[in-house]
Nanobody
Framework: QVQLVESGGGSVQAGGSLRLSCKVS????????MGWFRQAPGKEREGVAAISISGDYTSYTDSVKGRFTISKDNAENTLYLQMNSLKPEDTAMYYC?????????????????????WGQGIQVSVSS
């Protein structure tokens, strides 16, 4: 069973940076499609960024393009999300997600139902 554990969240002021980590166990990140999702109070969970199995392809939701970077380290078996120039609207619970196979990944990466494995979530709070 793939297990995902997020870390690195916290509270920052607008304009600050955070790096989220998602440690994977029982499977190699090099064999997983992976993504970051977030859910703000009263809102639906949304896809933030995703990375292909090879790591060669990444996708981002428009609101974070140019500010967030997703990556994975095969040696550390960890997924990362570098978040720069944070805004108050980035405040949410952030979740790491993974799946062994996602057909049509480029079109479906932000669909929650495509991911079989989820972390417990970690809070990111950005104050103005």
């Amino acid at each position: 069973q793939v297990q995902l554990v997020e870390s690195g969240g916290g509270s920052v002021q607008a304009g600050g940076s955070l790096r989220l980590s998602c440690k994977v166990s029982a499977y190699s990140v090099g064999n997983l499609y992976m993504g970051w999702f977030r859910q703000a109070p009263g809102k639906e969970r949304e896809g933030v960024a995703a990375i292909s199995i090879s790591g060669d392809y990444t996708s981002y939701t428009d609101s974070v393009k140019g500010r967030f970077t997703i990556s994975k380290d095969n040696a550390e078996n960890t997924l990362y999300l570098q978040m720069n120039s944070l805004k108050p609207e980035d405040t949410a619970m952030y979740y790491c997600a993974a799946d062994r196979s996602i057909s049509r990944w480029s079109a479906l990466w932000r669909d929650i139902v495509e991911y079989s494995f989820w972390g417990q979530g970690i809070q990111v709070s950005v104050s103005s």
